[in-house]
């Protein structure tokens, strides 16, 4: 029963850790082959929770066509991290210009550091119980 468990949670770390680079290896194919630009904060969205209130912001950019680009951050903050006017570096896919990324380590590796920062603990514990079972 306890190997079930503990294999389950390695597994379950290896699954975690292998979509962690994953996604690292989109955003650096996104670095190499994205089009750097700046967008500016045009609007800060508020976001009303009982807990306080956090502020999304909003970017305008104009794509290699010259067409404006408005870009919502999945990050929200409290403080807000920029104010309506601040100039952002971004990066965004040259054939999809609604995949962007500001350059900045959160806003393009979060998704790694989060799935890796839960993903080690799962490994060391499965890997150990396993280790210590039948080595």
Do not use: C, H
């Not at 806003?107 to 119980?129: D, E, N």
């Amino acid at each position: 029963m306890w190997i079930l468990l503990y294999g389950s949670l390695f597994l379950l770390g290896t699954f975690l850790a292998y979509y962690a680079m994953v996604q690292y290896q989109k955003t650096q194919y996104l670095l190499e082959e994205g089009i750097r630009t700046t967008a500016t904060v045009t609007d800060l969205i508020t976001n009303y929770d009982s807990d306080g209130d956090t502020y999304t912001p909003v970017f305008e950019f104009k794509d290699r066509s010259n067409t404006i680009q408005t870009y919502k951050s999945p990050i929200s903050s409290s403080p807000p991290a920029y104010k309506v006017g601040d100039k952002v570096k971004i990066v965004y896919d040259r054939r999809d210009s609604s995949n962007v990324k500001t350059v900045t380590f959160w806003g393009l590796y979060r998704v790694s550091v989060i799935l890796l920062m839960v993903a080690s603990p799962l490994l060391v514990v499965g890997a150990s119980y396993m280790l210590y079972t039948y080595w």
